[in-house]
């Protein structure tokens, strides 16, 4: 991402919403609008081809909503959600949503928006110790702490801030790790991000087998149902495994 400037796509059914907010952000030298979409088929198309750091999103679409978008996307951008819908905020929220603009959308709110931008732009993150496979974890899974061997991890998922964990030994539950944090930490030679909320050991995959929309879907050992992978997942998986 551009240190100074932010890619930015707004997606909403009303033409004059993207008009409004557009001549709003045109106050903002950070955030360049590179692209609109008015429902989820031209958003996704937008996503792709412009690859913004920001969507700045409408819920309620004919169709399909915007959380249907994010759902059949990789998108590690920021979403800031704009929407006459507050019944949405906590949804919004659990799946790491960065704001929640209320239309109509005043300039206060949106710079108080950019400024959390901002701030986060300069926040340093702190590094993660590297994780061996044979290592163990002294963690909180649900209410108890444990001992987590890493090579008996089968899955992790996304939830909300946190992820839930289901391991070979039958452990399963929640911890107060991000994504993030597992991606950096857990050793690469093993595991692999399939989707935005799911990472994989990719010792226990049991089969992949081509699914819709160029998508996979991905059989793992002592998992009941399938995880569907992504096709920017499944070329990175075959580049590191050939």
Same mark, same amino acid.
């Given at each position: 991402m551009d240190s100074k400037t932010y890619k930015a796509i707004i997606v909403d059914d009303e033409r004059l919403a993207r008009k409004d907010l557009n001549n709003m952000l045109?106050?903002? @030298?950070? +955030? !360049?609008?590179?692209? =609109?979409? =008015?429902?989820?088929? $031209? *958003?996704?198309? *937008? +996503? !792709? #081809?412009?690859? @913004?750091?920001?969507?700045? &999103?409408?819920? %309620?679409?004919p169709g399909e909503s915007g959380f249907d978008l994010l759902g059949k996307i990789d998108f590690n951008g920021k979403v800031i959600f704009v929407t006459a819908y507050d019944e949405y905020a906590l949804r919004a929220f659990e799946i790491n949503a960065m704001d929640y603009l209320m239309k109509p959308v005043t300039h206060e709110r949106l710079k108080s928006s950019i400024e959390r931008l901002n701030n986060e732009k300069t926040d340093k993150p702190k590094p993660f110790t590297k994780l061996k496979y044979n290592d163990r974890l002294f963690t909180t899974?649900? #209410? $108890? &702490? %444990?001992? &987590?061997? +890493? $090579?008996?991890? &089968? +899955?992790? %998922? $996304?939830?909300?801030d946190y992820t839930n964990i289901n391991t070979t030994e039958g452990t399963h539950g929640l911890i107060t790790k991000s994504m993030k944090e597992w991606e950096e930490r857990l050793p690469e030679t093993n595991f692999c991000r399939i989707h935005r909320g799911a990472i994989i050991n990719t010792d226990y995959i049991e089969n992949i087998e081509k699914w819709f929309n160029y998508s996979f879907r991905v059989k793992i050992k002592g998992i009941e149902e399938p995880l569907i992978m992504s096709r920017r997942y499944a070329k990175k998986l075959k580049e590191m495994y050939g």
């Open positions: 045109a106050d903002y @030298p950070e +955030i !360049e609008v590179v692209g =609109e979409a =008015e429902d989820v088929p $031209s *958003a996704m198309t *937008a +996503i !792709e #081809n412009l690859k @913004p750091d920001i969507v700045f &999103l409408d819920i %309620q679409m899974i649900g #209410n $108890s &702490l %444990q001992f &987590l061997k +890493i $090579s008996t991890i &089968l +899955i992790i %998922q $996304s939830d909300g």
